[in-house]
């Protein structure tokens, strides 16, 4: 298909070849897929003269993808996204052990994750918008968990500068399942600089506090008069140094929202005063973790010089609650044999009017 281009990216350490899937719109934006994790390792978004420039953290160095991606940048993650408490669960009766990659606690699907999983990648013929098919084939009692589970994502770029990302997933046994995307954006398009001047708006009327593992307490608390308000649009630094003891926990924003509203709706709103550039979220999750990349450390290069310093990128990570598996009260992330997991979460790019 001629609005996806193939080609090489690089061989792992154990010897799988990945490709590079770039997709491009009628606009000329242009999103780059690797097989490997089916991470994005770049999309580019216009800025209010009409520049596309790439808005998401990653490597230049295909190794730095293949030895760990520690951050996730751009990856698919699952089979369980975000944290599992203990790294254990129980299902039906049965208690299952996970990898414990965070602490005591589970991260992102554990120690290899499907961020690290050569997904099989095909462009799908004759639709509309360039689509990107890729799926996994996990295996029952992979990492720990219950099932094998058939995971297919689609990535569709459309020509309103919109990335669809459609997840559906079936299983032969009862599991659980949270899959996201874990991008890091920074509208700016200058990775050096920190992400606390763009303005945030989440669609939530509560958050989920965290206790010192980062994990929900299994408290709703409001956001009204707390610095997790984001109802209405303000800048991430207004109060991202607020004197709190969840920002203290998370070490700046690293939480989950609990969406309002149910079904497919727009669920949060970014804006680069600079650049002008918008990110509009749109799903049909429960949750979003809004984590503001307080853990950067300045370890890796950025793509255009300098390092990935703390702040300089945010992830909003569509998702079921973190750690539900163990909170009877929160929403199920269970998938039973015969249901279809099937989620949708679309990031808009735009520019200030
Ligand atoms: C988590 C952070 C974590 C980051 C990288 C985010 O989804 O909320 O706590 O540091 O992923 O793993």
């Known amino acids: ?9 690089g ?21 780059e897929v690797i097989s490997y994790g089916g991470t994005i390792i770049s999309l580019t978004a216009p800025d209010k003269n009409g520049n596309y420039e790439d808005v998401v953290l990653g490597f230049t160095d295909p190794e730095d993808y293949f030895n760990g991606n520690p951050y996730f940048f751009g990856a698919l993650v699952g089979r369980y996204g975000n944290r599992i408490a203990g790294a254990e669960f129980t299902l039906e009766g049965k208690t299952y052990q996970l990898h414990k990659n965070d602490g005591s606690n589970s991260l ?14 095909e462009p799908i013929e004759n639709a509309q918008f360039p689509t990107l098919k890729l799926t996994y084939l996990s295996a029952d009692g992979e990492e720990g968990f219950p099932g094998w589970l058939t995971t297919t994502v689609l990535y569709t770029l459309t020509d309103d500068d919109a990335l669809e990302i459609y997840y559906e997933a079936i299983t032969d046994k009862a599991t659980v ?3 996201t995307q874990h991008s890091y954006f920074n509208l700016s398009g200058d990775f050096t600089k920190a992400i606390t001047d763009h303005e945030m708006q989440i669609s939530a009327d509560r958050f989920l506090p965290v206790n010192k593992n980062i994990i929900p307490t299994g408290e709703l608390r409001e956001v009204k008069e707390t610095p997790f308000d984001f109802t209405v649009s303000k800048p991430v630094n207004r109060d991202i ?17 609990i969406l309002n509203g149910e ?9 680069h005063p600079g650049s002008g550039r918008i990110m509009e979220v749109t799903s049909d999750r429960p949750g979003v973790q809004f984590y503001s990349g307080n853990f950067l450390a300045g370890k890796y290069k950025t793509k255009t010089g300098g390092r990935y310093e703390k702040r300089s990128g945010f992830c909003l990570e569509t998702q079921g609650y973190p750690d ?15 249901q279809k997991y099937q989620t949708k979460t679309i990031y808009k790019f735009s520019v200030k009017k």
């Open 1 to 9: 298909m001629e609005n996806i281009q193939v080609s090489d990216y």
């Open 11 to 31: 061989i792992t350490g154990k010897g799988d070849s990945v490709e590079k899937y770039t997709l491009t719109n009628r606009n000329g934006m242009q999103v």
């Open 108 to 121: 992102h699907g554990g120690k290899e994750g499907f961020d690290t999983k050569i997904w099989t990648a």
């Open 177 to 179: 399942v949270n899959l």
């Open 241 to 257: 140094n607020a004197d709190d003891e969840q920002l203290r926990l998370g070490e700046g924003y690293d939480h989950n929202w």
């Open 263 to 271: 079904g497919l709706r727009t669920i949060a709103s970014v804006c």
């Open 324 to 338: 539900s598996p163990n909170q009877k009260a929160f929403p199920s992330t269970q998938l039973q044999p015969g």
